[in-house]
């Protein structure tokens, strides 16, 4: 067969993860296919160098930015515009055939004969079945090809700022003229469910071939237990629990210790905090009991999955051990305030409630502030807790 390849992007280390993930899930079902990911410049020398480990080619390319900040606040991800980068892939010219995936699917079973399907092929966009999505394609690299693309966004624009809405445009007669172009659903299967989505799930999930997490809930940014090694599965995840667990079992086994404390924050605000989660998440050890070192590690990462808003309302974060923690902080007795020579005749010096009300409120305060900042050793920098989200990025 002529020389095919996988082609993936990622444009920073938190979706690098994702990036090393798949690659794995690729080996793991045995691809004869190589392994190709696009970086931008954003991406850390120390995960660039992890990257090489895994994939046969580690493509730099420039960022191409929708920069549609119109369309791109309608779909609520406005760090989708990036996503135009994926054009790159057109660029990749030593391969006759390849297929796009996104760095956050996760390849379940062998699919190698995706690389006999024509340029463009891609399964339904579950939203909206008469566009393709764009996280799973097949296509024929050609510079005529990108530069006709990237000609026509500039033109266009794309519905959506971001990538799919150029490439459904583009390639706008997949609705309606090739049914052999329309890859069956379990090709690109979302893990995301709506209510109606459920029993389709359950009934096809054995056939399931890629799965993709499209939507801001990505297996990183789940809260994990390094001890167990089990991820929380948030409710509306329940259906796919396994594929999300098979992610991080995936994680644990191969990428785990490929990562380096090195991958820091990135110098870009907007990259920064899930940047920090590669270098976070290489101080982890797993399946061990968790020293004082690892529950502050946790705790932070815990902090800014919080803060994207996953919440992990089944374990640490449940009413229950929120409403427990509330208790405690209340039931601490105030410090007893220095006592007076008059003190000791004096009945009235039992704290007043407001006092009393003060300083709980002041310990609840202190408590909630202190982020914790693990002990490092002496020769490498500390990783900084996720700054507070106030950038553009809600994922
Ligand atoms: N991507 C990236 N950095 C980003 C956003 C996206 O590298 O900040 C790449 C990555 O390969 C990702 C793809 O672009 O899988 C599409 O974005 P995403 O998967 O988040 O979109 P969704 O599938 O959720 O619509
Ligand atoms: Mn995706």
């Given at each position: 067969m002529?020389k095919?390849?996988?082609?993936?992007l990622?444009?920073?280390?938190a979706?690098?993860?994702g990036?090393?993930?798949l690659?794995?899930s690729l080996?793991?079902?045995?691809?004869?296919?190589?392994?190709v990911?696009?970086?931008?410049?954003?991406?850390?020398?120390?995960?660039?160098s992890?990257l090489?480990?895994v994939?046969n080619?580690?493509?730099e390319?420039?960022?191409?930015?929708?920069?549609?900040?119109t369309?791109?606040?309608?779909?609520?991800?406005?760090?989708?515009?990036?996503?135009?980068?994926?054009?790159?892939?057109?660029?990749?010219?030593q391969y006759?055939?390849c297929v796009?995936?996104?760095?956050?699917?996760?390849?379940i079973?062998?699919?190698?004969?995706?690389?006999?399907r024509?340029?463009?092929?891609?399964?339904?966009?579950?939203?909206w079945?008469?566009?393709?999505?764009?996280g799973?394609?097949?296509?024929r690299?050609?510079?005529?090809?990108?530069t006709?693309?990237i000609?026509?966004?500039?033109k266009?624009?794309?519905?959506?700022?971001?990538d799919?809405g150029?490439?459904?445009?583009y390639?706008?007669?997949?609705?309606?003229?090739?049914?052999?172009?329309?890859?069956?659903?379990?090709y690109?299967?979302?893990?995301?469910?709506v209510?109606s989505y459920?029993?389709?799930f359950?009934?096809?999930?054995?056939?399931?071939?890629?799965?993709h997490?499209?939507?801001?809930?990505?297996p990183?940014?789940?809260?994990?237990?390094?001890?167990?090694?089990q991820?929380?599965?948030p409710p509306?995840?329940?259906?796919?629990?396994?594929?999300?667990?098979l992610?991080w079992n995936?994680?644990?086994?191969n990428?785990?210790?490929?990562?380096?404390?090195?991958?820091?924050?990135?110098?870009?605000?907007?990259?920064?905090?899930?940047a920090?989660?590669?270098?976070?998440?290489a101080?982890?050890?797993?399946?061990?009991?968790?020293?004082?070192?690892?529950e502050?590690?946790?705790?932070?990462?815990?902090?800014?999955?919080?803060?994207s808003?996953?919440?992990?309302?089944?374990g640490?974060?449940?009413?229950?051990?929120?409403?427990?923690?509330?208790?405690?902080?209340?039931?601490?007795?105030?410090?007893?305030?220095?006592?007076?020579?008059?003190?000791?005749n004096?009945?009235?010096?039992?704290?007043?409630?407001?006092?009393?009300?003060?300083?709980?409120?002041q310990?609840?305060?202190?408590?909630?502030?202190?982020?914790?900042k693990?002990a490092r050793?002496?020769?490498?920098p500390?990783?900084q807790?996720?700054a507070?989200?106030?950038s553009?990025?809600?994922?």
């Amino acid at each position: 067969m002529s020389k095919c390849a996988w082609v993936t992007l990622t444009t920073n280390d938190a979706y690098s993860l994702g990036a090393m993930v798949l690659a794995h899930s690729l080996k793991r079902v045995g691809t004869v296919h190589d392994l190709v990911v696009m970086i931008t410049p954003t991406v850390s020398e120390a995960m660039r160098s992890r990257l090489r480990e895994v994939f046969n080619l580690v493509q730099e390319v420039n960022v191409l930015d929708s920069k549609d900040a119109t369309n791109l606040a309608i779909l609520a991800r406005p760090e989708l515009g990036i996503t135009f980068t994926k054009l790159h892939a057109w660029k990749l010219v030593q391969y006759e055939k390849c297929v796009f995936l996104d760095s956050d699917t996760l390849v379940i079973q062998n699919c190698d004969e995706l690389m006999e399907r024509e340029e463009l092929s891609a399964a339904p966009e579950v939203c909206w079945p008469d566009c393709f999505n764009s996280g799973v394609f097949v296509y024929r690299p050609n510079e005529a090809t990108f530069t006709s693309i990237i000609e026509f966004a500039a033109k266009n624009g794309s519905f959506d700022g971001g990538d799919q809405g150029i490439l459904n445009s583009y390639f706008s007669q997949w609705a309606h003229t090739d049914i052999t172009k329309h890859l069956p659903y379990t090709y690109n299967t979302a893990a995301f469910a709506v209510y109606s989505y459920l029993p389709a799930f359950k009934e096809f999930k054995n056939k399931i071939k890629i799965l993709h997490f499209a939507g801001k809930v990505k297996p990183w940014l789940l809260n994990f237990n390094s001890e167990t090694k089990q991820a929380s599965i948030p409710p509306m995840f329940t259906h796919c629990g396994d594929f999300i667990q098979l992610w991080w079992n995936i994680f644990c086994d191969n990428v785990h210790q490929r990562l380096s404390d090195q991958m820091l924050p990135h110098a870009d605000y907007f990259l920064q905090e899930e940047a920090g989660l590669a270098g976070a998440l290489a101080q982890v050890r797993l399946g061990e009991p968790r020293s004082s070192e690892q529950e502050a590690y946790e705790a932070s990462m815990r902090r800014q999955c919080w803060e994207s808003g996953n919440i992990d309302y089944t374990g640490k974060d449940s009413f229950d051990n929120i409403w427990k923690k509330i208790q405690e902080t209340l039931e601490m007795k105030p410090e007893a305030p220095a006592k007076s020579a008059d003190d000791d005749n004096d009945k009235s010096s039992v704290t007043p409630p407001e006092i009393e009300i003060k300083a709980t409120a002041q310990k609840l305060i202190a408590s909630n502030v202190t982020t914790p900042k693990p002990a490092r050793s002496t020769n490498k920098p500390t990783p900084q807790p996720p700054a507070r989200q106030k950038s553009k990025k809600s994922k």
